[in-house]
Every structure is written in C-alpha cells, then in structure tokens.
C-alpha cells in the first residue's frame, strides 16, 4: 500500500523558514514526477511546486518562485520543500503528490503568523 507521509510544518513568523518533506514507501518513487500542493482554508488546493523524476525540470507558481525551493532524493524516496522568506499568506496545510495519480499524503500544516 503506499504510503506519502509530509512532515515539517509549524508555526513560524514572517520572513522565518520551514523545510518540508514527503515521505514515499510501497510506490515507485523514482519513475514518477512529483508535486508539493497546498490549501488555505476556504480557498482551493493550488500548486506550489513540482520536479521530474529525475530533477531536470522544476517548475513553481508565482507566488512561490525566489523563495521556495523544491528537490527530491530518489534514494532516499523523498521530496523536499525548502521555504524561505515566509509570509503570511503562505499559510496552509501542504501536501505532496505524486503527478497524475491518486497518491496523496495527508499534509503539514504550515501556519506564518504575521
């Protein structure tokens, strides 16, 4: 059964920094390419970021890019997201994906307190 398991999140001020990181077990990590999400409350599910399978493209929303960072280490079956410069409008629970699947984990929550 797989498994994406987010970790990372918390509670942080503005201008601080949070690394996250999904998990991956019972899955072929490594031949998909992956994304991170995230959902503010009464707000839709966006993309933050994704990566291919084997790093070389990397793409982020607007709102994110200069700030978030995101890689993946196939060995380990993990991804990461590195952010920086957090504001609070960044504040929602993350979650990871793996692209055109139904594999979700059930998210870490980052809330940036102003």
């Known amino acids: 059964q797989p498994q994406f398991v987010e970790s990372g999140g918390g509670l942080v001020q503005s201008g601080g920094s949070l690394r996250l990181s999904c998990a991956v077990s019972g899955f072929p990590f490594n031949i998909y390419d992956m994304s991170w999400h995230r959902q503010a409350p009464g707000k839709e599910r966006e993309l933050v970021a994704t990566i291919s399978r084997d790093s070389g493209t990397i793409g982020y929303a607007d709102s994110v890019k200069g700030r978030f960072t995101i890689s993946r280490d196939n060995a380990a079956k993990t991804m990461y997201l590195q952010m920086n410069s957090l504001k609070p409008e960044d504040t929602a629970l993350y979650s990871c994906?793996?692209?055109?699947?139904?594999?979700w984990g059930k998210g870490t929550q980052v809330t940036v307190s102003s």
């Open positions: 994906n793996a692209n055109r699947t139904s594999f």
